[in-house]
Nanobody, 123 residues
């Protein structure tokens, strides 16, 4: 399975972006998908995840209420709507498909990774 993340860019604080994660195969529709990010000089961190049915989601506390994850299995795509962006959200964002169908923040549960998309938020 190959994952392609897109939608990043340079925006001002308070703006919105929508990231997309498209899978090369329908296999990912049976897997939970998560978003992670790596800020400069920091470890990769969990952002959000969605179950394969799309009925369960989980968020990092730092993005709760500002970010929304969703998926369209017919399009093999998972979205991350990011609103009210802050400079602290600046990072490379990665999507990943989990081994199972349950949304999880456990990074070791993710088997397939996309290449990342840069999000830069200026103050």
């Amino acid at each position: 399975v190959q994952l392609q993340a897109s939608g990043g860019g340079l925006v001002q604080a308070g703006a919105s972006l929508r990231l997309s994660c498209t899978s090369s195969r329908r296999t990912s529709s049976n897997n939970a998908v998560g978003w992670f990010r790596r800020a400069p000089g920091k470890e990769r961190a969990f952002v959000s995840a969605i179950s394969w049915r799309g009925d369960r989601t989980t968020y990092a506390e730092s993005v709760e209420g500002r970010f929304t994850i969703s998926r369209d299995n017919a399009k093999n795509t998972v979205y991350l709507q990011m609103n009210n962006l802050k400079p602290d959200d600046t990072a490379v964002y990665y999507c990943a498909a989990a081994r199972g169908s349950t949304a999880t923040d456990v990074i070791s549960e993710y088997r397939y990774w996309g290449q990342g998309t840069q999000v830069t938020v200026s103050s």
